[in-house]
């Protein structure tokens, strides 16, 4: 199986990644350490080359703690390899995911017709909800069109064309990387959604970036409110001018022509 996996993690988390080859090990899978900057380790110069505070102030509720803005250059510095790679889709995992379900009979479908879905991505976090329509069967997943993404970059597919079309679109940083995947309008990239989740958030670790987050917390309660009021009022108008089918959504031809046959068993 030729598909790439790039898996982003803090190069002294010992612990996770262990946990990670093992996870990859039980499966067969290759894979290959990214390594993560810590948003402490991040230098004044850099932050302010890579982060727009104004414009933050324009598209998002809050600021961003150091590590959410971390997170998000480490998954650009992913999409820059992607790009430049000889690969139609990648595979990306944060350090903290575990396989709910075996990948290995849809990364090899998916590895097959790579050519098909080198311009989206697919989110392995699974669809819930009445607003998600099903697109296609592949090997042993059903994709779904959603106008309401899951949150988190937990895991997901992506491919050449799309990592190149997202690294132009939401550079500099301005909100946390899976907030800016959801403003599916501005970035145009497709995105699919597996219908039953592949992988999933490891249990009982904690999240640095939600604790740095929670002590950026400025401003009266009401305050708050209002800019997450005025953000959602934003996101809602966006998503309703925008609404998601196949027979508008650029990128999806390939996929709608293809008629995938069953993989066989790993």
């Known amino acids: 199986m030729s598909i790439r996996t790039y898996i982003l993690s803090l190069p002294n988390d010992e612990e996770r990644r262990r946990f990670c080859r093992h996870e990859f090990l039980r499966f067969g899978l290759n894979f290959e350490f990214?390594?993560?900057?810590?948003?402490?380790?991040l230098e004044e110069a850099h932050l302010a080359s890579i982060y727009d505070a104004n414009m933050?102030?324009?598209?998002?509720?809050?600021?961003?703690?150091?590590?959410?803005?971390?997170?998000?250059?480490?998954?650009q510095r992913i999409w820059k390899r992607i790009v430049d790679s000889k690969h139609n889709v990648s595979l990306v995992l944060?350090?903290?995911?575990?396989?709910?379900?075996?990948?290995?009979i849809f990364l090899k479908a998916l590895d097959q017709y790579s050519e098909c879905f080198k311009n989206v991505v697919i989110k392995l976090d699974g669809a819930t909800g009445r607003n998600?329509?099903?697109?296609?069967?592949?090997a042993d997943q059903?994709?779904?069109?959603?106008?309401?993404?899951?949150?988190?970059?937990?895991?997901?597919?992506?491919g050449q064309g799309a990592a190149e079309r997202l690294l132009?679109?939401?550079?500099?940083?301005?909100?946390?990387?899976?907030?800016?995947?959801?403003?599916?309008?501005?970035?145009?990239?497709?995105?699919?959604?597996?219908?039953?989740?592949?992988?999933?958030?490891?249990?009982?670790?904690?999240?640095?970036?939600?604790?740095?987050?929670?002590?950026?917390?400025s401003g009266s309660y009401f305050d708050r409110f209002l800019?997450?009021?005025?953000?959602?009022?934003?996101?809602?108008?966006?998503?309703?001018?925008?609404?998601?089918?196949?027979?508008?959504?650029?990128?999806?031809?390939?996929?709608?022509?293809?008629?995938f046959e069953e993989s066989d068993q790993p």
């Open 34 to 41: 990214i390594d993560a900057i810590s948003g402490d380790q």
């Open 56 to 75: 933050n102030t324009q598209k998002f509720k809050r600021p961003l703690s150091q590590g959410e803005i971390a997170c998000a250059f480490g998954h």
């Open 94 to 104: 944060e350090d903290d995911a575990t396989f709910i379900q075996d990948p290995r």
């Open 132 to 138: 998600a329509r099903f697109f296609k069967e592949i």
């Open 142 to 158: 059903k994709l779904v069109l959603r106008d309401r993404l899951p949150a988190r970059t937990t895991g997901y597919i992506i």
């Open 168 to 217: 132009k679109s939401v550079f500099p940083i301005a909100r946390p990387i899976d907030i800016n995947l959801k403003f599916y309008w501005e970035h145009n990239v497709p995105i699919l959604v597996l219908r039953q989740a592949m992988i999933a958030e490891r249990l009982g670790l904690a999240s640095t970036i939600e604790a740095c987050r929670d002590k950026l917390r």
């Open 227 to 259: 800019r997450n009021m005025e953000f959602q009022f934003k996101y809602t108008c966006g998503r309703l001018r925008n609404p998601v089918n196949w027979e508008t959504v650029k990128g999806l031809d390939p996929i709608l022509r293809a008629e």
